[in-house]
């Protein structure tokens, strides 16, 4: 059993003075609705007798924006 494979585009900028940085990222860029990542592996539930064989996966999340502040020591 196979998936079709999935692209994400992440994008980001950060700027760098003396003991600081200062960026911003903005993730899954173009907002795709996709799998993040996916496994095939046999699980089995509580109330099941057997396992089952299955594609496991995790969505993508939403596009969203994520701010940076760094202090270096």
């Given amino acids: 059993m196979q998936k079709d494979g999935s692209t994400l585009v992440h994008a980001g900028v950060s700027y760098e003075f003396n003991n600081w940085e200062i960026g911003v990222d903005v993730l899954n860029l173009l907002d795709a609705e996709d799998d993040d990542i996916a496994f095939f592996f046999e699980s089995?539930?509580?109330n099941e007798t057997t396992g089952v064989e299955d594609i496991h996966f995790h969505p993508s999340n939403p596009r969203?924006?994520?701010l940076l502040l760094k202090y270096r020591f």
């Fill in 44 to 46: 089995q539930l509580a």
């Fill in 64 to 66: 969203h924006i994520r």
